[in-house]
């Protein structure tokens, strides 16, 4: 039977199978070694085969079907194996704030990047903004007008005041949607708005899982009530920006890639070189390539190892 999963805690996943039903469901042993350079051969949103679903005990998945994408994290353990957060995105939303915490641009121009090196849409929306004053409000409208400039969609809203829940709503419908965002930005107060069954359901699910451990750090599938799902990320800070060559960066820089073929050099890195139309089109002042974008780039480039390429 198909089925798409909905939680992993690492020896146990849950699943909803294609007639609607949850189950908890173990791994087929094969898988275990399986996966080379990941460090879970399962991930939430992954589509699976299941067998032996009428027995709880003995239920398990016995296919994992190809992904369409997904993102993954850095494995804490060991460096140089990945993660997978989740699987099938259709798209992702970063819940960002201006103030009350300041989401910096860095931290919001690598979450974008990042989603761009996996070609899933991004949605960028500002959590807060009845704590901003008239000022803040304008200066929020210029950056959010900075990334709607490059083709994001972009936007306010106030979980608080209920302020843009709707827009936002509408973005999520019947799509798959990995929710991202800092610490403190106002996801969890998002997320039991979205679902008021949210808070019954995350003590259940603690309880199945073996309490307290490691409840908060796996992904987990929330089915909305109108049509789709929301994957929430509880302690994941940042996605793995993972193989990106300092030469493909730009690649991802929707405003770079759409002017780079105008480089007087193929393998220009916009930094110094003649002939840079990226450097061209910063000196015209135009607002085509911001500074704050700009800086983002070389700050990213400078994170990358050369070596390891
Ligand atoms: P999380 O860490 O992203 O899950 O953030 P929480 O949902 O725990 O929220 C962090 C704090 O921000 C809490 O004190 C919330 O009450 C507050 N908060 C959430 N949404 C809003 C909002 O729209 N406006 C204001 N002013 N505060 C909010
Ligand atoms: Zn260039």
């Not at 350079?37 to 699976?48: E, I, L, Q, R």
């Not at 899933?120 to 200066?139: G, M, R, S």
């Not at 210029?142 to 973005?171: M, N, P, T, W």
């Not at 929301?230 to 493909?248: K, N």
Request: hydrophobic share 40%; charged share 25%; with cysteine.
């Amino acid at each position: 039977m198909q089925a798409t999963v909905y939680k992993s805690t690492g020896s146990w996943y849950q699943v909803k199978t294609e007639t609607g039903l949850f189950a908890s469901v173990r791994l087929a042993g094969k898988f275990k070694i399986d996966g080379l350079s990941t460090s879970n051969p399962v991930a939430v949103g992954d589509w699976v085969t299941v067998a032996g679903i009428d027995h709880v005990d003995t239920a398990i998945i016995t296919e994992i079907h190809k992904r369409k994408n997904h993102v993954v994290r850095v494995s804490p353990q060991r460096k140089k194996q990945h993660h997978i957060i989740a699987a099938n995105l259709d798209q992702s939303v970063l819940i960002a704030t201006y103030k009350e915490p300041k989401t910096s641009t860095g931290f919001i121009d690598r979450f974008l990047i990042t989603c761009e090196a996996y070609h899933i849409p991004a949605v960028l929306v500002f959590n807060k903004t009845d704590l901003l004053t008239a000022a803040d409000h304008e200066a929020l409208e210029q950056c959010l007008e900075r990334y709607r400039a490059i083709g994001y969609r972009s936007f306010g809203i106030s979980v608080h005041e209920k302020k843009g829940i709707d827009v936002l709503l509408d973005i999520l419908h019947d799509k798959t949607t990995l929710l991202s965002g800092h610490s403190g930005v106002g996801k969890s107060t998002l997320i039991n708005t979205l679902f008021p069954d949210f808070a019954l359901r995350t003590g259940a699910v603690s309880a199945w899982s073996g309490k307290g451990l490691h409840t908060t750090t796996f992904a987990e599938m929330f089915d909305l009530p109108e049509g789709g799902a929301v994957i929430d990320t509880p302690g994941i800070r940042e996605l793995g920006l993972v193989d990106i060559a300092r030469e493909e960066l730009s690649h991802y820089f929707p405003e770079m890639r759409d002017r780079m073929n105008d480089c007087q050099f193929n393998n220009c890195m916009h930094i110094n070189e003649p002939g840079c139309s990226i450097k061209k089109a910063m000196a015209r002042d135009d607002d085509s390539i911001s500074i704050e974008r700009y800086q983002s780039y070389l700050n990213m480039l400078d994170s990358i190892d050369p070596v390891s390429y």
